[in-house]
């Protein structure tokens, strides 16, 4: 069932708010996180000609041939390079996304302890700029990330810094999405089936083209519809674990364009934070009520990764 009204509830806040007015920052953010998953934000500090940049190469690339493209296509999980059309299968789903995507993982230098389970890049030689621009990208989306972390410790009681080492070299990937045109009937396929995102935070941009829904507590699918420029922030299912469920990795989809909008392709950049490899998942102090058993056991963030992969047929 979908409801029709706006998602005026979702918090819709300014990251200037935080350097006014800390606390009621982190108060209706993590509000807004615990009731429905998400949350918006402007004024991020993400340069609009960074934003710009990143749209044109990523267009640049997916106009590729697709034996180009698949040049690039490397298996690893996906970590990396190119996924070809047709490939990703949301959790429980037997019908494949339609979408095409590119992962830009984080650089690490020779002899890091965690290269043996984060794999290099790899960059299309066909897109001038593109390594360039992605990287400046990357390391702006990990320092936006850390703020809205820093917020969140907050709003849960913990120290403001707590998250800082938990990501620091964390295995975080940045997506870029190409959902093509719809020309003819898609069955029961959709544009991304209903999942939970795996990480600790998604930051996503270029969202304003309609087909983002998420799933309310009491099963309505809600349009969420930022404006140009802005970031959908919402909690995955390593922060979920982590906070014992009191925040929320919410269910959520893209679902197909209206026929008005068919002939028009969807692009979008999310930015999946993740902890450190080794960072071991565990319910926070407090998140557990006394007399209760956490949740769910402890899991190395690697661990469940992997995991999580298998199921979405991406390893």
Do not use: C
Not at 143 to 160: E, F, M, N, P, Q
Not at 190 to 201: F, K, L, M, P, S
Not at 233 to 258: C, E, F, W, Y
């Amino acid at each position: 069932m979908i409801d029709t009204l706006a998602a005026d509830n979702i918090a819709s806040v300014s990251l200037t708010e935080a350097d006014r007015a800390l606390q009621a920052f982190s108060d209706k953010l993590g509000r807004s996180f615990e009731k429905y998953g998400f949350a918006v934000i402007a004024d991020h500090g993400i340069p609009p000609e960074l934003i710009a940049r990143a749209e044109e190469k990523a267009k640049a690339f997916f106009a590729l041939p697709e034996v180009v493209k698949r040049k690039y296509a490397l298996g690893q999980g996906g970590a990396r390079g190119y996924t070809p059309f047709g490939i990703e299968t949301a959790k429980g789903h037997k019908a494949h996304d339609l979408k095409e995507f590119w992962h830009v993982g984080r650089e690490l230098p020779e002899g890091h302890r965690f290269r043996e389970v984060m794999a290099d890049n790899v960059w299309p030689e066909e897109v001038p700029g593109f390594r360039e621009t992605f990287l400046e990208l990357y390391d702006t989306f990990d320092r936006t990330g850390l703020k809205i972390l820093a917020a969140t410790a907050r709003y849960l009681g913990v120290d403001a810094n707590y998250f800082a080492d938990t990501v620091r070299d964390g295995n975080s990937v940045m997506r870029l999405l190409h959902y093509p045109p719809q020309q003819e009937p898609t069955g029961e396929h959709i544009r991304a089936g209903a999942h939970e995102d795996i990480n600790t935070i998604t930051l996503l941009l270029g969202a304003e083209e309609a087909g983002l829904e998420l799933l309310t507590r009491d099963g309505r699918w809600r349009p969420v519809s930022p404006r140009a420029g802005e970031l959908v922030i919402n909690i995955g299912d390593m922060l979920q674990r982590l906070t014992n469920g009191k925040l929320r990795s919410t269910s959520h989809r893209v679902v197909n364009p209206a026929p008005d909008r068919a002939s028009h392709a969807r692009y979008s950049m999310p930015f999946f934070l993740h902890f450190r490899p080794d960072f071991i998942i565990e319910a926070l102090p407090g998140t557990v009520p006394q007399g209760e058993q956490p949740k769910w056991p402890p899991i190395s963030s690697h661990d469940y990764l992997a995991e999580r992969l298998r199921e979405i047929k991406l390893a």
